[in-house]
């Protein structure tokens, strides 16, 4: 498969998990990105998901892989950038996530661009 057509791919699903994601908790997410972007250097999306439950934990969302948008409308928001990790040569940090839901898979880390 072309990288182009990968990309293709990947954001045709993005699109489809945002389009799927209830309003409330996307709102939601997105302000606990902002609030978790301004008081860390660096973090994950499990810091997000911590924010989220225990800040809003009536809100919820039946699709685990709705952060991705979340953090992708934060980026472009200049909230944040993906770190890159400059001494392996890689394009991005990546870290074991801590949430059960992710079954010890990696997750990207992030740097603040709006850190107070």
């Known amino acids: ?11 045709a699903a993005v699109a ?21 972007a301004e ?5 994950t999306s499990d810091d997000v998901w ?6 809003y934990p009536h809100i919820t969302t039946h699709e685990p892989r709705a952060m991705g948008p979340v953090l992708m409308k934060a980026a472009r928001a200049g909230f944040c950038v993906l770190l890159d990790c400059d001494s392996c040569g ?17 997750t990207p880390v992030y740097r603040s661009l709006i850190k107070k």
């Open 1 to 11: 498969m072309s990288a182009t057509l990968a990309i293709q791919n990947r954001n």
């Open 16 to 36: 489809q998990v945002a389009a799927n994601t209830q309003p409330t908790w996307a709102d939601v997410a997105f302000r606990a990105t902002k609030w978790v």
């Open 39 to 43: 008081n860390n250097y660096t973090f």
């Open 50 to 55: 911590d924010a989220v439950i225990q800040y």
């Open 90 to 106: 890689t394009r991005k940090v990546m870290v074991m996530s801590r949430r059960s839901q992710a079954n010890g898979m990696d």
